[in-house]
């Protein structure tokens, strides 16, 4: 298995366009989890899906992110207008069982945003 | 408020030393702890302790959760360079995601 694909690995950016962010689960996996990680906030969960329904996007910053499951294996995790405070690393992760043992996360994607 | 909290934030010793990092937690619905070890990329799983007083062990690391006092300590003896890293700490609550730390970043000088 590939393990948890995201991409792109690196996005920069001018202010105020639109980023999608991609993410391909591990097969099988029934829940995929995105976060957010920077050094003043650590990691933190934007959104999470079970069986590709979104259950708790508490995390999601402002209606400025949006993010879809539209399949068991594919996620996007959008971002419009971008603005500089959203430069961070993304992380997408997935696991079975529909809990957190045995998270499975991707190499993440660096966001800039200029 | 959900939380978990990590100490030291950051932490540099010698090639050889002995660590000690914490976590403690408040959580409704604990389910298990985890510890991760983050070098450059993603976070990669070390440890899940579910039961108090329980060691968890993998060569030089070793783990135990208290869960009457709702801490961890993640220890690391006879530190290398090559575990110089960010120390994740999260907590699983049933039903819902992983809530983290901030990390404690170790330094291993030679």
């Known amino acids: 298995d590939a393990g948890v694909i995201q991409s792109p690995r690196h996005e920069v950016t001018e202010m105020g366009q639109e980023v999608t962010l991609r993410c391909k689960p591990i097969s099988g996996h029934n829940s995929l989890f995105w976060y957010r990680q920077t050094m003043m906030r650590g990691l933190e969960l934007l959104i999470y899906?079970?069986?590709?329904?979104?259950?708790?996007d508490s995390g999601m910053p402002e209606d400025r992110f949006s993010a879809k499951m539209p399949n068991a294996s594919f996620s996007t995790l959008k971002i419009q207008p971008s603005e500089p405070r959203d430069s961070a690393v993304y992380f997408c992760a997935s696991t079975s069982r529909g809990g957190a043992y045995g998270y499975t996360f991707g190499s993440g994607t660096r966001l800039t945003v200029v | 408020e959900d939380k978990v909290v990590q100490s030291p934030l950051s932490l540099v010793v010698h090639e050889g030393d002995t660590v000690t990092l914490n976590c403690s937690y408040e959580v409704t619905n604990f389910r298990s702890l985890l510890w991760y070890k983050q070098e450059k990329k993603a976070p990669t799983f070390l440890f899940m302790l579910?039961?108090?007083?329980i060691e968890k062990k993998s060569g030089r690391l070793s783990s135990i959760l208290d869960k009457k006092e709702l801490f961890s300590i993640l220890n690391i003896t006879a530190t290398q360079t090559g575990d110089s890293a960010i120390y994740l700490c999260a907590v699983d609550q049933a039903g819902t995601a992983l809530i983290f730390g901030k990390g404690t970043t170790l330094s291993v000088s030679s």
């Open positions: 899906f079970n069986n590709n329904v979104p259950i708790d």
């Open positions: 579910t039961s108090s007083g």
